[in-house]
């Protein structure tokens, strides 16, 4: 197949999603010039007056575009010229190199694309936190190395990817704090030898401070990495809730019904309801990391100060968010609408060796026994129960004792509510701690939607 090579260094096909964002700089930039006497204010009124139309004419779809302009920036540019005039179009770029322009492009981009991203996030933790406060009792499994180990409470378990998405947030608002700087007055590398006003277009354009070198401003992509490396670890967060929505709605598990909105069936089997939602989850997170990596290994060896190769931190960039913000979406949607069988998973967490540390527990609190020797009496009994084919709790008094005459009949006290009970520790599993803890997660999301 042969390529056109005038092609290669074209990116129009994607970076005129920026559209916005370089007519607003180019906005502004001309309103800077008007007021500092660069250009007339007449002439700065009729570039932005062009702008305005251009800008509509994009959103009308009958804006034209030509792939031999390259850019989103010679591409509005030259589209100014046809409709303002030559002479006075021009002007536009006094004072500004397309280095510093792509720059601020991107800033403002990020910003936008920061905070829609936490919305979404908390979008999904609020589905997270309802469905744990309309299940604050029920008990399940609560797993280490996929096997079953303890009793949790369900609100518990699901607050722990509350906590996680708000660990996410953190670093996405850090991201928005990288990008939050003006790089216009940069130029090409070195500054602009006229007399702009950077703290005017950094009000314009809401930034909260301007660049404080030009050679790293125009260079920087450090907020982009920011972003990837976040939305990967969103990303990785949301492939283990992923995990669990695929093992737990399986016939196996049978702990949680996914709606008919987020399965398919297959193509010869007509009974399978696969969870294709959760599984593209999870291998689009790979996705996200090779965008991260790309940008990484682009940026690893350039040299001061702006080179061609920053025209690769796009697409990559579109992708991750693209991709970060529809699995946002479809995770909400999937919470929203499951079904939790708490009849299995009540079940469940009552079955097999789950109360064994508990009954450690009893030995030590109530019975004296040091722990290390509790713990290889009742390691024994589940060997013992297992041999036989039944539940810890399924023992007699008499069987019990065998192992340890410690025991009496208050081991019968043993279940899975006291053991949840038990953890009445800050950050643990206990009614009364999960409550508090479920009220702190409504006021944070609270404050959040305030902000």
């Not at 010039?33 to 004419?57: D, M, S």
């Not at 708000?166 to 928005?176: A, G, L, S, T």
Request: proline share 3%.
């Amino acid at each position: 197949m042969s390529t056109d090579p005038s092609s290669y260094t074209v990116s129009i096909q994607y970076d005129r999603r920026l559209y916005r964002q370089d007519i607003a700089g180019s906005i502004a930039h001309a309103r800077m010039l008007g007021k500092q006497g660069i250009i007339t204010e007449g002439e700065a009124l009729n570039i932005v007056e062009g702008l305005e139309q251009i800008r509509t004419e994009i959103e009308e779809g009958s804006f034209p575009w030509r792939p031999e302009l390259e850019d989103i920036h010679m591409n509005v540019e030259r589209r100014l010229h046809e409709v303002i005039g030559t002479e006075t179009a021009g002007k536009l770029h006094t004072a500004r190199s397309r280095n510093d322009q792509i720059s601020v492009d991107m800033r403002l981009y990020l910003r936008e694309v920061v905070g829609e991203t936490v919305g979404k996030v908390r979008g999904l933790q609020g589905a997270l936190l309802e469905l744990a406060e309309s299940n604050p009792e029920l008990i399940i499994p609560g797993y280490t190395h996929v096997q079953r180990a303890q009793p949790v409470l369900f609100a518990h378990h699901l607050l722990a990817y509350f906590h996680m998405l708000q660990r996410d947030i953190r670093r996405f608002e850090y991201c928005h704090e990288g990008a939050d700087a003006l790089p216009l007055g940069s130029g090409a590398l070195a500054g602009v030898p006229y007399p702009v006003d950077r703290q005017f277009l950094a009000t314009e354009l809401g930034f909260s401070k301007t660049t404080s070198n030009s050679m790293d401003a125009v260079s920087d992509r450090d907020f982009v990495v920011e972003y990837h490396s976040a939305a990967a670890m969103c990303m990785m967060h949301l492939s283990r809730l992923a995990e669990e929505l695929v093992l737990w709605s399986s016939q196996e598990f049978g702990y949680v019904t996914l709606s008919e909105e987020y399965v398919t069936g297959s193509s010869i089997m007509p009974q399978k309801r696969n969870p294709d939602y959760a599984e593209l989850a999870r291998g689009k997170t790979g996705r996200v990391y090779g965008h991260l990596m790309a940008i990484l290994t682009v940026l690893k060896g350039l040299p001061l100060a702006y080179n061609r190769d920053l025209q690769e931190d796009k697409e990559g960039l579109f992708d991750t968010v693209d991709t970060l913000l529809a699995t946002l979406e479809v995770f909400r949607g999937m919470i929203n609408t499951m079904q939790v069988n708490a009849e299995s998973l009540s079940k469940a967490a009552a079955q097999g060796q789950m109360l064994a540390t508990d009954l450690a527990d009893y030995l030590v609190t109530r019975k004296g026994v040091p722990f290390r020797e509790a713990h290889g009496v009742v390691a024994r009994l589940s060997s013992y129960a297992i041999s036989r084919n039944v539940d810890l709790m399924d023992l007699t008094l008499e069987e019990y004792q065998k192992h340890s005459p410690a025991f009496d009949e208050e081991v019968f006290s043993v279940t899975a509510e006291s053991s949840v009970a038990a953890r009445d520790v800050q950050g643990g599993t206990a009614p009364q701690q999960v409550s508090r803890a479920l009220l702190e997660a409504r006021k944070l999301l609270g404050q959040a939607g305030e902000e």
